[in-house]
Structures are given as C-alpha cells and as structure tokens.
C-alpha cells in the first residue's frame, strides 16, 4: 500500500508493482512507513495462473474457510414481520441479463428507513424511497443466488434463485463501512491509469457497479467489477485521505467469485494516515485476473 497526492497517482500503476504485496506510504521525500495489515479468511486466488508480465503482488496464503451458498438449503421467507397494521414487506427477485438479478421491496409503512441487502460476500445499505419501496439491480456471484435484507428495526426477509449465466463469469469486488472514499479500480490490458481500459465508479465501460448509499448516517458501500471476455486485469483499491477518515482504520472486504468456486472473501485493515497527510491517496494492489481465467461476453 502507498499514499499518493492526486498528481502522483498517475504513476500508481508503476510504483504497485514495485511495492509488492508488503505496501508502504509514498510522499515526496518521506520514508516509507507500513500502514497496512491484512487478515486473512478464506482459500487464496491460485496464482499459478497468473501471467508472469502482470505484475500484480499476491495476497497472503488463504486458510481453506470459503463461502459456497449452496452447500445449505436456504429457506424461502416471502414475508417479513411489519409494524402494527402495517401490511408485510415483500420481496420480489427476477434475473436480468450479463448475471444480474433484479431486487424490488416493498416494506408498507417503513418510508425513508435504512434498509441492508446482503447476497454471498457482498453487503450494502440503501434508503427506502418515500412511497417505501426500493427497486435496483445486484450483480450475482452464486448460481443458486440468495439474497437477504436486514430492515431498520432488525427484522430479515429472504429470497432464492437460480441463474443460469454464471458459467465463466469472473467477478471482484470491495465492501466497506463508513464515510471513506473507498475506489475499486480496474486495469485492462496493461491499461495506465485514466487511460482506455482503466475501469472504476466514473469510467464509461459501465463493468464496475457503484452500490449503497452514502448519505446514510451509517453507510455501508460496494463496488463490483466485472471482467470482460479476454485479457488480463491488474487491480487495487484507493481512498482519499480527508479530516473525517485520517488517522483512522479503514476496515474493508474484498470478495471474488467466479462460477464453479466458492466466493473467496479477504478481510483488509487500512490504517491512513495522520491528518497532515489530507488530500493523498492510499493505494493498495489486489491480486489480478489472468487472461485464461475470463469468458464472460461484454
């Protein structure tokens, strides 16, 4: 992991590969300072199938404690508990095409409140609209796809399907909790930072999903990337470091899943740096998708 200011980002892609997997703090004429640690939780990407020219540091050895949502029948709750004389929420899942599946709730009574979305290693919090409903999209990461909400008041609603898509599809992504400027970026093909092929929130490729809301008291954020057909991908994920996040632990989870293998979850502490640090970058590589490893179409 490095910090950067805004100009020298541009060179991140360069100074990554360099790092490696250790990480430090990068600013004009200071030493380099470790502020990362990464805990382990589950089976490691196999790095054999790494292409050699990538470049991209590999994450520590992985226990073998992985997440495959099909190994338990879950049950199918099409109701949730509802205030008095409210009428229950529901619950409505469809699939959408590139492995997408459609999520409408409808919670009666409930307008404005906080509202968790949970499905395999990926978790975000969105606001119910004032008519207390909430329609969106969630890219899925299982076949056999299911996808819990936790409402304000703690009660859950639970809901099943299938997706016949998913073979081939590599996908990766970031969770965080908190106001921090979490990015999840994305290199193509040996792409250079703002360059075509460098995929993140503003890129108009539209393969990296933006999901949670930021303005909730207490946010709770995704991003997920979704590889293309072809070629090989370096990845990292950065923050800014502002007067509300520095000098403070950035506590993250990145999560992969390709059909066929169970979700590989990593759990990721970012300690930022002090507040005279404000306006850098932490950046920190992510281990990278090899080019025989995608199939899945634009």
Not at 49 to 62: I, S
Request: charge should be negative; aromatic fraction near 4%.
């Amino acid at each position: 992991m490095m910090m950067v200011s805004r100009a020298q980002i541009m060179m991140a892609g360069f100074a990554l590969a360099i790092a490696g997997s250790s990480g430090y703090l990068m600013e004009d004429g200071a030493p380099p300072v470790p502020p990362t640690q990464i805990v382990p939780l589950s089976a490691a990407l196999d790095s054999a199938e790494m292409p050699v020219d990538l470049a991209v540091p590999e994450l520590p050895t992985l226990p073998d404690v992985a997440v495959r949502m099909a190994d338990a029948p879950l049950p199918v709750l099409p109701e949730s508990a509802a205030p008095a004389g409210c009428a229950p929420a529901m619950l409505t899942l469809s699939p959408l095409p590139g492995a997408m599946i459609a999520v409408a709730v409808e919670a009666p009574c409930r307008a404005g409140e906080r509202l968790e979305i949970f499905h395999a290693g990926l978790g975000f919090a969105v606001r119910l609209s004032d008519q207390a409903s909430w329609q969106g999209a969630v890219p899925a990461l299982t076949e056999d796809a299911a996808i819990a909400l936790r409402f304000e008041a703690g009660d859950e609603l639970l809901g099943r399907m299938r997706l016949a898509d998913l073979p081939g599809l590599v996908r990766v992504g970031v969770e965080w909790r908190g106001t921090a400027p979490l990015e999840l970026h994305a290199y193509e093909n040996g792409a250079a930072f703002g360059a075509p092929g460098h995929v993140h929130a503003g890129a108009p490729e539209g393969r990296l999903m933006v999901l949670g809301d930021a303005t909730l008291a207490r946010p709770m954020q995704a991003q997920v990337y979704t590889a293309p057909a072809g070629g090989a991908v370096a990845l990292e994920i950065a923050t800014e470091i502002g007067p509300e996040s520095c000098g403070k632990p950035l506590e993250a989870q990145a999560f992969r899943a390709e059909a066929g293998a169970p979700v590989v979850l990593t759990a990721i502490t970012l300690a930022l740096p002090g507040c005279d640090q404000l306006g850098g970058y932490v950046v920190m590589p992510l281990p990278g998708v090899a080019a025989q490893r995608l199939a899945l179409a634009d």
